[in-house]
């Protein structure tokens, strides 16, 4: 994700804003302001194309769009709710009992569910029709009792409903398939959870094709809270500031926060883990130091695969989805110099650095953003292939003394020894992971190719390939790991590719 737009005082108000949508119909983005104003501003032109200031008369708290109709309905603390038009005209205003802090459609019962100050509120169709074609909503309502404190969040998977306030409830009411009707209630309490130590600020249901779905709850107690939507707590995460805004990127399957920072915090909701320094691309264009910028709100909206936000800047900002930025970013303590990976999954990476290491990641299963990092070694075993081949060459003429054979393959072994190690730091210039093998090759600066191996039936392919040739030389040794290996069965090794002129000079010393 990266922010495309960010836009100060929209319209030049002088007000904060509290509540932010976008309008699919129009293509613009609607804003609501604390002092009731209603506005609107092309995305592309970046031009306000509506305002209005005398329909609400209080804070606005939220906007919903009504889909079918192409509306918009918006809810303020003036104790209104008023219908726009797709023309942004206000069709209907109801006048309620009370401030309205959230609104939710239902469409399964075709009804607008609406959290009031200690309970939510329920209210079905009139029968009516305005002129313009939209029904009409009823100036009735059904109250539901549970809160005992604002409702600030509400949330539907169209088989529940799912409110939360500032009571620190979550509390879930089954659907009946009932029609609207005074005589009874709509909705029934199934129950209901202690979600949090402080108010509930904020909710947003995640739904996910090979996962299913989940609630994320942000609290004023500096925690959010992954649910399953049976209210089973699935994690737990300490955010370190009041938790103002979540919202859920299904593009990437990350959760954004908004607590006290300059820029959203990223989480991965499976594990919890921050992974905001894993998204370079967000950050570096966001980043301001000593800046007193804190976002307050955050939003998905589908439609434009784009994450609104607000500010206690007054500024509204807006980050969208490309396929051209990289997924995450991960940290090298040197230069790479080259790169392979495998094709298969999990897919592994293999780095060949300016300092002569060698990594390889493998990502997590659980976090697609967090790589394991292990480092191969080679030196130790290149000075045990070099003098493996000392011994074959030359061991059979140690204790004869004058021996002129002798005394020049030592020399010869000397400096071939000298050149393998007197480069501190190896530079490998090019990789080549073979699938059908499972083989890794990393050709260095020096002349030499490094191969490692990943199972048992490719160090037999290349014990078969040096009979053959008799030119190479391997041994088996375990590469460092995290884990414990079982004792006499490595389950990596390293072999020693190496062809050299100081070998052409020996091969000359061996005789028939």
Same mark, same amino acid.
């Given at each position: 994700m990266e922010r495309i737009l960010t836009r100060r005082d929209v319209g030049g108000n002088i007000r904060g804003i509290t509540a932010l949508i976008y309008h699919p119909a129009r293509k613009e983005i609607v804003a609501g302001f604390e002092d009731g104003a209603v506005k609107s501003w092309d995305f592309d032109s970046d031009k306000t194309v509506f305002s209005c200031t005398d329909v609400h008369k209080g804070s606005v708290t939220c906007f919903l769009y009504w889909s079918r109709w192409r509306a918009l309905i918006s809810a303020s603390l003036d104790y209104q709710i008023v219908c726009w038009s797709a023309q942004l005209a206000p069709l209907q205003a109801i006048?309620?009992? /009370?401030?309205?802090?959230?609104?939710?459609?239902?469409?399964?019962?075709?009804?607008?569910?609406?959290?009031?100050?200690?309970?939510?509120?329920?209210?079905?169709?009139?029968?009516? #029709?305005?002129?313009? /074609?939209?029904?009409?909503? =009823?100036?009735?309502?059904?109250?539901i009792p549970g809160h005992t404190d604002i409702v600030k969040c509400l949330t539907t998977d169209d088989t529940r409903i799912y409110s939360a306030g500032y009571d620190g409830m979550l509390i879930f009411y089954d659907i009946s398939l009932s029609s609207f009707s005074?005589?009874?209630?709509?909705?029934?309490?199934?129950?209901?959870?202690?979600?949090? *130590?402080?108010? #509930?600020?904020?909710?947003?249901?995640?739904?996910?094709?090979?996962?299913?779905?989940?609630?994320?709850? /942000? =609290?004023?107690?500096?925690?959010?809270?992954?649910?399953s939507c049976d209210g089973k707590l699935l994690m737990d995460i300490q955010c370190g500031e009041k938790v103002t805004g979540v919202t859920f990127v299904p593009d990437t399957r990350i959760l954004w926060v908004a607590a006290g920072t300059t820029t959203p915090t990223l989480y991965?909701?499976?594990?919890?883990?921050?992974?905001? *320094?894993?998204?370079?691309?967000?950050?570096?264009?966001?980043?301001?130091? /000593?800046?007193?910028?804190?976002?307050?709100?955050?939003q998905y909206e589908p439609e434009t695969r784009q994450v609104l936000g607000t500010t206690n800047q007054k500024e509204c900002c807006v980050w969208k989805y490309s396929t051209s930025n990289s997924i995450c970013t991960q940290y090298c303590d040197t230069l790479v110099d080259t790169l392979t990976y495998t094709n298969k999954i999990p897919i592994l990476i293999f780095t060949g650095h300016a300092?002569?290491?060698?990594?390889?990641?493998?990502?997590?299963?659980?976090?697609?953003?967090?790589?394991?990092?292990?480092?191969?070694?080679?030196?130790?075993?290149?000075?045990?292939?070099?003098?493996?081949?000392?011994?074959?060459?030359?061991?059979?003429?140690?204790?004869?003394?004058?021996n002129p054979r002798q005394d020049a393959l030592e020399q010869a072994f000397e400096k071939k020894i000298k050149?393998?190690?007197?480069?501190?730091?190896?530079?490998?210039?090019?990789?080549?992971?073979i699938e059908s093998e499972d083989l890794l090759l990393m050709g260095s600066q020096d002349g030499?190719?490094? #191969?490692?191996?990943? $199972?048992? $039936?490719?160090?037999?392919?290349?014990?078969?390939?040096?009979?053959?040739?008799?030119?190479?030389?391997?041994?088996?040794?375990?590469?460092?790991?995290?884990?414990?290996?079982?004792?006499?069965?490595? $389950?990596?090794?390293?072999?020693?590719?190496?062809?050299?002129?100081e070998e052409e000079e020996l091969e000359k010393w061996e005789g028939p």
């Open positions: 006048q309620t009992s /009370g401030p309205i802090h959230s609104i939710l459609w239902c469409n399964r019962r075709n009804e607008l569910i609406a959290g009031t100050s200690q309970n939510i509120s329920v209210f079905g169709l009139s029968g009516k #029709v305005h002129n313009s /074609g939209m029904p009409l909503l =009823s100036n009735q309502w059904v109250t005074m005589k009874s209630l709509p909705m029934k309490k199934h129950y209901m959870v202690k979600a949090h *130590d402080a108010g #509930v600020s904020c909710m947003v249901l995640a739904r996910e094709h090979d996962a299913g779905s989940w609630l994320a709850t /942000g =609290s004023f107690d500096q925690k959010v809270k992954v649910w991965e909701p499976k594990t919890g883990d921050n992974i905001s *320094d894993y998204n370079k691309i967000l950050h570096e264009e966001d980043h301001c130091a /000593g800046c007193a910028r804190k976002v307050l709100q955050l300092d002569g290491s060698v990594l390889k990641w493998e990502r997590l299963q659980l976090n697609t953003f967090l790589y394991s990092k292990e480092q191969f070694t080679y030196k130790d075993k290149l000075m045990e292939a070099l003098l493996q081949e000392k011994e074959e060459l030359i061991g059979h003429t140690s204790g004869i003394s004058n050149s393998a190690f007197e480069v501190v730091n190896r530079s490998f210039t090019s990789s080549l992971f030499r190719i490094f #191969v490692w191996g990943f $199972d048992m $039936d490719a160090i037999r392919v290349l014990e078969e390939m040096q009979k053959s040739s008799g030119t190479l030389q391997s041994t088996i040794s375990e590469t460092t790991t995290t884990g414990s290996p079982e004792k006499n069965k490595p $389950d990596k090794y390293a072999i020693l590719l190496q062809l050299t002129r």
